[in-house]
C-alpha cells in the first residue's frame, strides 16, 4: 500500500539569488548565478516525504517537454512513484524564485500543464488515491481537481490550502487536516489579513485565530503555520502554540512543503496532533537552514533529535 499520495503541481523552479527583494518597477542585480531546480508544491511535497521514507506517488502533470522530462526524473531519482504524473499539451510549469541571503523569497508562477489538470484526467489514478493511507492536496492546481482528490481519498486527508483561495464547504468538511498559514487562515474565512502580522507574544492579535480556524468546518485540527513565531495547533475546544526552532535561516522556500509532508509523516505513525506539528517544526527547521526548496528537504537521519 502506498503511504502517501500527493496531488499536486509539479514546477521547475528557476532560482535569482539576490541582495534584497525589488521593489515594484526596481530592477536588481542578482549576487550570483540562477540555478535550475525542481520545484511546485505537490512535487515538494512528494519528495519530503519520500526522504522521510515514505512510499510516496505524485499525482498531477507536466508539459510533453524535456522540463517535463527533467522533473519527473528528479522525482523518480527521490522513489517517489510517477506513473500518475500525466503529459499535457501545454508547458511544464515554472516559477521563478528571488531569494535572499537571510531566506527571504519572492515567486512568480507559471503554470503550464498545472492548470490544464482536470477532474477527469484523475480517472486513473482513483484507485491509487482511494487506497492510499494518506493524500497530500495544495492548491496550485484547479479547486475543482482538488475536490475530486478529497472526494476519492480512502485515508487521512491533510490540506495545504496554498496559494490563498476559497475552497467550497463541501470540500472542507472532508478535510482532516487543514494546514494553512496567517493569511490564507484569513483567505478561507473571509477576513481580512494584517499587513504585517504580528508574533503571538501579542495575545490579542492571536485571539482571533482560533474562531477563524474553528469557523471553516474541516472534521479535524487546523494547524496555522506562522513561521519563525512557529504554529498555532487548533482543535474543537483547544488550542496551544508550538515553538519555531531556533536556526539560522538561509532559504524558507521549501518550508510551508516540508512541514506539511512531516505532519502526514508522523500522523501516519500514530502520533498526536500536537506531537506531529512539533516533528514537522524540526524537519521544516532543517529545511531552512539549506538553499533551494526540493533540494532542501532533509533525509529523516539528518533531523536532530528534539531537545
Known amino acids: 500500500m502506498t503511504d502517501i499520495v500527493v496531488v499536486g503541481s509539479l514546477n521547475v523552479d528557476v532560482v535569482v539569488p539576490l541582495a534584497e527583494l525589488p521593489a515594484p518597477g526596481q530592477t536588481v542585480?542578482?549576487?550570483?548565478?540562477?540555478?535550475?531546480?525542481?520545484?511546485?508544491?505537490?512535487?515538494?511535497?512528494?519528495?519530503?516525504?519520500?526522504?522521510?521514507?515514505?512510499r510516496v506517488a505524485m499525482v498531477g502533470a507536466v508539459g510533453d517537454d524535456p522540463e517535463g522530462e527533467w522533473l519527473t526524473g528528479l522525482l523518480a531519482a527521490e522513489g517517489v512513484d510517477t506513473t500518475g504524473v500525466l503529459r499535457a499539451p501545454r508547458p511544464t510549469g515554472q516559477a521563478i524564485v528571488l531569494v535572499t541571503?537571510?531566506?527571504?523569497?519572492?515567486?512568480?508562477?507559471?503554470?503550464?500543464?498545472?492548470m490544464w489538470l482536470a477532474p477527469e484526467h484523475l480517472a486513473p489514478s482513483y484507485d491509487l488515491i482511494a487506497s492510499a493511507r494518506a493524500v497530500l492536496l495544495q492548491q496550485e492546481v484547479g479547486a475543482e481537481v482538488v475536490a475530486a482528490a478529497v472526494a476519492a481519498a480512502g485515508g487521512l486527508v491533510v490540506l495545504n490550502p496554498a496559494p490563498a483561495r476559497p475552497v467550497d464547504a463541501?470540500?472542507?468538511?472532508?478535510?482532516?487536516?487543514?494546514?494553512?498559514?496567517r493569511g490564507e487562515l484569513a483567505a478561507l474565512a473571509g477576513a481580512p489579513a494584517?499587513?504585517?502580522?504580528?508574533?503571538?507574544?501579542?495575545?490579542?492579535?492571536?485571539?482571533?485565530?482560533p474562531a477563524l480556524a474553528r469557523s471553516l468546518g474541516t472534521r479535524g485540527p487546523v494547524v496555522v503555520t506562522l513561521g519563525a513565531?512557529?504554529?498555532?495547533?487548533?482543535?474543537?475546544?483547544?488550542?496551544?502554540?508550538?515553538p519555531a526552532e531556533r536556526v539560522d535561516a538561509v532559504d524558507a522556500t521549501g518550508a510551508g512543503d516540508t512541514f506539511c509532508a512531516a505532519m502526514a509523516d508522523a500522523l501516519l505513525d500514530g502520533a498526536a496532533i500536537d506531537e506531529a506539528a512539533r516533528w514537522a517544526?524540526?524537519?521544516?527547521?532543517?529545511?531552512?537552514?539549506?538553499?533551494?526548496a526540493m533540494a532542501a528537504a532533509p533525509r529523516r537521519a539528518e533531523v536532530p533529535a528534539a531537545s
Open 29 to 54: 542585480l542578482g549576487t550570483a548565478d540562477h540555478r535550475r531546480a525542481g520545484g511546485g508544491k505537490g512535487a515538494n511535497q512528494a519528495v519530503a516525504a519520500a526522504r522521510l521514507g515514505r
Open 101 to 114: 541571503a537571510d531566506g527571504d523569497s519572492t515567486i512568480a508562477v507559471s503554470s503550464g500543464a498545472n
Open 170 to 181: 463541501a470540500t472542507l468538511a472532508r478535510v482532516d487536516i487543514l494546514v494553512p498559514n
Open 194 to 209: 494584517a499587513a504585517s502580522p504580528p508574533g503571538p507574544a501579542d495575545p490579542a492579535a492571536m485571539a482571533g485565530l
Open 229 to 242: 513565531d512557529g504554529a498555532l495547533v487548533v482543535t474543537a475546544d483547544r488550542e496551544w502554540l508550538v
Open 281 to 292: 517544526s524540526r524537519v521544516a527547521a532543517v529545511t531552512v537552514t539549506r538553499p533551494g
